[in-house]
Each structure stands twice: as structure tokens, then as C-alpha cells.
């Protein structure tokens, strides 16, 4: 449980966003096949014009450990204020035996759209960003915002999907524009 909330938790904020309501995840387990680890890496997925632009990202240690301390460093530039009614759709892909293979969702885990994004950033926001004077409510101003080393726990064991290498790609937007996307590509390990 507390490992799901941590993981949307780096992940949406990483648009200054976040999703903590995840349930129960029940997965089959992969088959186990071992293949080379990839590390971590980042990347912007939409167009230029969107007004969400990560331009660094640093996460240790790599693979992620889990459970464990996750340090996040992260500049993310807000070219306009964002909205209030912001959602993201996530997908969630495994790496098994070469392919990446879609995690569904599942009782909101895994490829699935989450709504409300304020309402869930203004919960998660405090306890780690605040003290980099991050906006903990929506609107949020167009601004760069830096966080430059915070730790966030991640309790809990991994979900049955298991250790590996996990594609995620987040697609941010409000009821009138694209605002985001980001790809992560990260690497779990207990
Ligand atoms: C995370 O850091 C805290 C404080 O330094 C430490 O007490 C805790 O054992 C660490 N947790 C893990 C899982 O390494």
C-alpha cells in the first residue's frame, strides 16, 4: 500500500502533482526473466508548447529501492499557471523478456486516469515540498520551481508486479488544454 502511494507520489511530482488513493494490486507476476537493467532516465513526451517543461531530473539511488529513502532533485519550469481541474492518464509498462508489456489497471494501480490532481497534491505537498517553497494548491503560478534534494520514504514492499524495469509516461491536462508529459524510465529492486 504505502509503496503505491510513494511511487505516483515521485511520479506526478514530477508535474508538482500527486495521486494517493491506490488500492489493493493483484497483479500475476511476470515471469521472472532476467534481463540487463536500464537504468534510470527521463524525458519530456509532449509538444514544446506544453506549460509543463521538466528540465532536470536526478533521482539516487538507481535502481530504486524499495522499500527506502528515494532523494529527488528536480527543475520543472511552469511556462503559464496551471488550472484546477487537472487529471493524468498514466500507462505503465513492464520490460519482460525485451517487450514492454502493459500493467492495466487495476483497483487504481497501474495504467489508469487519475482526476482531481489538486486536491490529491494539496495532501502529499506539505510533507515533502513546502519547504522548497513549491505551491502546495492549485492554481499553481507559472514559475521554475526547484527542489533540490528532497527524500522521500517509500514504505511498504513492492506490488506483485515485482522488481524491474518499468516504463511510465504520464499525460497531464485540464478540461481545455494539454499541459504535460513525462516519461520515466526506472529500474525497482527490494
Ligand atoms: C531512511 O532514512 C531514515 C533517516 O535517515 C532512516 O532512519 C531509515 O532507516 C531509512 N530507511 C531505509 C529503508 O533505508
Redesign the pocket.
Known amino acids: 500500500m504505502a509503496f503505491r502511494i510513494h511511487l505516483l507520489v515521485i511520479y506526478i511530482t514530477l508535474f508538482l502533482l500527486s495521486v494517493y488513493h491506490i488500492n489493493a494490486f493483484k497483479l500475476e507476476k511476470n515471469l521472472g526473466l532476467k534481463v540487463p537493467s536500464l537504468g534510470f532516465s527521463w524525458e519530456n513526451c509532449g509538444p514544446a508548447s506544453d506549460p509543463i517543461q521538466i528540465k532536470t531530473l536526478v533521482v539516487a539511488p538507481d535502481p530504486i ?1 524499495v ?3 528515494l532523494s529527488l532533485s528536480l527543475v520543472v519550469a511552469i511556462g503559464a499557471a496551471l488550472p484546477t481541474d487537472i487529471h493524468v492518464s498514466v500507462t505503465m509498462e513492464k520490460k519482460v523478456g525485451g517487450f514492454y508489456v502493459k500493467v492495466p489497471c487495476i483497483d487504481n494501480f497501474g495504467s489508469c486516469t487519475y482526476g482531481n490532481l489538486c486536491e490529491a497534491w494539496a495532501d502529499a505537498c506539505p510533507k515533502y515540498f513546502e519547504q522548497f517553497r513549491i505551491p502546495c494548491k492549485c492554481p499553481i503560478p507559472a514559475d521554475t520551481y526547484t527542489i533540490p534534494g528532497a ?1 522521500i ?3 511498504g514492499h513492492l506490488p506483485s508486479v515485482g522488481a524491474g524495469d518499468y516504463r511510465l509516461t504520464g499525460d497531464l491536462g485540464s478540461s481545455g488544454t494539454h499541459l504535460g508529459c513525462l516519461r520515466l524510465q526506472i529500474t525497482l529492486k527490494d
Open positions: 529501492h522499500p527506502g529513502n527524500v520514504k517509500i514504505g
